[in-house]
């Protein structure tokens, strides 16, 4: 069973920066894009970031310019560092396989890392 496991969220002042991280095995690592994910408190879930196995990458337009996501090879992980946060990037995330450059998802959903952002 592919499993992905995110990490990093928390409590951030407007303005701060967060760095999350998604670790998958080195066979899921290597063979598949990901994608990270958010949805926000009576919002529909949907995708922030995603890098395909090459390194091409995909933004939301909300995330264009302060988000950024890459993959560390070393560990196996694809980070997604997050400056200049706004209380609207209050959400919990996710990171997933995507059929990328498409939205649409491979596999089950897991829990999340919560990010939240004051004012």
């Known amino acids: 069973q592919v499993q992905l496991v995110e990490s990093g969220g928390g409590l951030v002042q407007t303005g701060g920066s967060l760095r999350l991280s998604c670790a998958a095995s080195?066979?899921?690592?290597?063979?598949?894009?990901i994608g990270w994910y958010r949805q926000a408190p009576g919002k529909q879930r949907e995708l922030v970031a995603s890098?395909?196995?090459?390194?091409?990458?995909n933004y939301a337009n909300s995330a264009k310019g302060r988000f950024t996501i890459s993959r560390d090879s070393a560990e196996n992980t694809v980070n997604l560092q997050m400056n200049n946060l706004k209380p609207e990037d209050t959400a919990v995330y996710y990171c997933?396989?995507?059929?990328?450059?498409?939205?649409?998802?491979?596999?089950?959903w897991g829990q999340g890392t919560q990010v939240t952002v004051s004012s």
């Open positions: 997933m396989r995507v059929a990328f450059p498409t939205t649409i998802v491979l596999g089950s």
């Open positions: 890098i395909n196995t090459q390194g091409r990458t």
């Open positions: 080195r066979s899921t690592f290597l063979g598949n894009a």
